[in-house]
């Protein structure tokens, strides 16, 4: 039978596993950002720019993460490299980087859907409208703390893969389940944790940006 690992060890690496997902997180909601950004700039330009920003946007909240995945993990060949004097530069994504990129497509999305009601509060002189764009932000960034665990499926060591490879060489399920359990506890602690600050900022934003009567 084999041993339940120790908890010191996995709970160390475990913790360091979420890191990286946090570490995706914010990688694809920055890059999110900047393009959903000027997106956003685009179409509230009218004209043909609102069409096809309205197209693209339609096409990344469809896009599948697994493929995109994939597709960013293999269309350059590993080592791919362009080299100017005695620098190299890679082409190819790391594992990681073709996770956090996978999701770009759903955080631009997301933020071109509100950074437009947000520059459209802010143009009827509302601020604190506007700022129900960070609470959103917030969320949308938490989503993607929980969607970089499709990491595990190429061998990003995050969180999820982490209880993966130690629950593999068990054979009690017992066990398993244990240690399934721990990783739901330290990811939902920590997620829930967020949203409810999350929930208290927009709250608090929400009820100021209401005038009273």
Known sequence: MTQFP?????????????VVNFEIAFIALVIGLA?????CL?????????VIVAALVGVMR?????VVMFFLLNAIPSG???????????????????????????SASYVVDNG??????????????ALLFLPNITRAFFVLVMSSSTGAAIGVTEGISVILRATAPMTSLADKMVLFAIGILCFGLTLQAGF???RVLQR?????????S
């Not at 469809?62 to 697994?66: E, G, V, W």
């Not at 437009?116 to 409208?129: D, F, P, Y």
């Open 80 to 106: 791919t490299a362009i080299t100017i004097g005695e620098l190299s530069i890679g082409l190819a994504p790391s594992p990681l980087m073709a996770v956090a990129l996978s999701l770009v497509p759903y």
């Open 62 to 66: 469809a896009a599948p993460t697994f």
């Open 204 to 212: 608090r934003l929400g009820r100021r940006a209401v005038p009273v």
């Open 35 to 39: 393009l959903g950004g000027l997106l």
């Open 116 to 129: 437009i009601e947000a520059v459209m509060q802010l143009r009827r002189g509302s601020m604190l409208g």
């Open 6 to 18: 120790d908890l010191y060890e996995f709970l160390p690496q475990l913790l360091a596993g979420m």
């Open 196 to 198: 409810f600050l999350m």
């Open 42 to 50: 685009l179409s509230l330009s009218g004209g043909v720019f609102k």
